[in-house]
């Protein structure tokens, strides 16, 4: 059956500092990648999508990168962290077929002070 | 936007009633989908309604689908305390790598 992991499950980052978000997937090849953003009460945003290994897509402007080095690993980066990056992140998994449901992983409370 | 609006933003019912919760969206679909988050937790599938479909039963779970209203609600029938979680609607995008749009959530509370 199909995983997917996340980790920290929490994080206290002073402004300024450098942030790296990891999430991979077990048993499954060549998923879509999804990282999300979730503020406090709110819906989710879409921050990025992967189809493929390097293949990044940025749905908004934003403090924040990601990448994909390997079919299963998607990270989420920064430089340097703003208090306005704090939130809860999600990253999700679909096959890369008509299946439209997303698997979501446990995310990661991130808190910049 | 093509992004779902949940409503009511929270609704609090005693254990064994029903909740209905109802989702608005703006643009055209090929699917909408129902989410649960517990507190703190990510987001677990629920059920899937396709735009030529009308109504569908999972459990105690009915969505129902209006395409000319462009809107869509779930029902949680017989509710426990074990429901009290946040739900989402998702619409399907239909650009990019089939990504969804998610509204706002509603807040169900339900008291024991």
């Known amino acids: 059956s199909q995983t997917i992991h996340q980790w920290p499950a929490t994080l206290v980052q002073p402004v300024g500092s450098p942030l790296s978000l990891e999430c991979t997937v077990e048993?499954?090849?060549?998923?879509?990648l999804y990282w999300y953003r979730q503020a406090a009460g709110r819906g989710l945003q879409l921050l990025f999508y992967?189809?493929?290994?390097?293949?990044i897509s940025s749905e908004v402007p934003q403090n924040l990168s990601a990448s994909r080095p390997q079919d299963r690993q998607f990270i989420l980066s920064s430089k340097k962290l703003l208090l306005s990056d704090s939130g809860f992140y999600l990253c999700?998994?679909?096959?890369?077929?008509?299946?439209?449901?997303?698997?979501f992983g446990p995310g990661t409370r991130l808190l910049v002070l | 936007s093509q992004q779902g609006e949940e409503d009511p933003q929270a609704l609090s019912i005693q254990e064994g009633e029903n909740a209905t919760m109802n989702c608005s969206y703006k643009?055209?679909?090929?699917?909408l989908q129902w989410y649960r988050q517990n507190s703190g937790r990510g987001l677990v599938h629920l059920i899937l309604?396709?735009?030529?479909?009308r109504e569908k039963h999972s459990g105690r779970l009915r969505v129902t689908l209006d395409t000319s209203k462009k809107s869509s609600s779930l029902l949680i029938t017989a509710s426990r305390a074990a429901d009290t979680a946040s739900y989402f609607c998702?619409?399907?995008?239909?650009?990019?790598?089939?990504?969804?749009?998610f509204g706002t959530g509603t807040r169900l509370t339900v008291i024991p």
């Open positions: 999700a998994w679909k096959r890369a077929d008509y299946q439209e449901t997303q698997y």
């Open positions: 048993g499954t090849s060549n998923p879509n």
């Open positions: 992967s189809v493929g290994i390097g293949q």
């Open positions: 643009t055209s679909i090929n699917n």
């Open positions: 309604i396709r735009s030529n479909e």
């Open positions: 998702a619409t399907d995008a239909t650009t990019g790598a089939n990504n969804l749009f």
